[in-house]
C-alpha cells in the first residue's frame, strides 16, 4: 500500500485559530479539497458560522476561512490507509507544527476535528515537537462517520471555534 499525503495548510500569518483534522479521505485527495466528501458536515457547519457554505466555490471557502483568522491543516503529513475511515490509518507522520506555529503566532486555540486528530495530535506532536502553550479542544468530528449525533448538536459545539 502506497503511503498518502495531507494537504498545505490554509492560513494566513494573522490566524488566531487552528482547526486539525487527521488526513483527507479519498473523495478529498481525488478532489484535491479539504472536506470534499459531500456528507460531511464541515462545509456545511463553516457555512452557518462564517458563510463558507458548501454550494460556493471551494477557492471562496477557503478566501473565508482566512478573512476569518481561521487555519485549517491535519495533523498528519502521510500515513498509509484503504479507506477513508481513521480506523484505517497506519504507519502514521506528522506534519511540522513547530515551523507552522512559528510563522503563525497569533494562534492561542487548536480545535480538533473529532478524536482520532486528537489522538493523533497527542501521539506524534505533543511533547515531541516544540510547541508555543497553546489551548485544545475537541470537536465532534463531521464525518459522516460520526452519525451517533444530530447535526443540529455538532453546529452547536462548534460555535465554540467563533466565541474566542
Not at 513547530?98 to 505533543?126: L, T
Not at 462517520?145 to 471555534?161: C, I
Request: positive net charge; glycine residues 4%.
Amino acid at each position: 500500500m502506497s503511503p498518502i499525503h495531507s494537504f498545505a495548510p490554509v492560513s494566513n500569518t494573522n490566524a488566531r485559530v487552528l482547526i486539525l483534522g487527521s488526513m483527507p479521505g479519498i473523495k478529498s485527495l481525488e478532489q484535491n479539497q479539504y472536506y470534499a466528501h459531500p456528507s460531511n458536515a464541515f462545509w456545511k457547519i463553516l457555512g452557518e458560522l462564517i458563510g463558507a457554505k458548501p454550494d460556493i466555490p471551494y477557492e471562496n471557502r477557503l478566501r473565508l476561512l482566512k478573512s476569518s483568522r481561521i487555519a485549517l491543516w491535519d495533523v498528519l503529513a502521510s500515513c498509509e490507509r484503504k479507506t477513508s475511515l481513521d480506523s484505517h490509518i497506519r504507519k502514521e507522520s506528522a506534519n511540522d507544527f513547530k515551523s507552522f506555529f512559528g510563522q503563525h503566532p497569533h494562534i492561542a486555540q487548536v480545535f480538533f476535528n473529532g478524536s482520532k486528530a486528537e489522538q493523533c495530535f497527542r501521539k506524534f506532536v505533543q511533547d515531541k515537537q516544540a510547541l508555543p502553550p497553546l489551548k485544545f479542544h475537541r470537536l465532534p468530528s463531521t464525518s459522516p462517520a460520526h452519525a451517533g449525533m444530530r447535526y443540529e448538536d455538532k453546529l452547536q459545539a462548534w460555535r465554540a471555534v467563533l466565541s474566542l
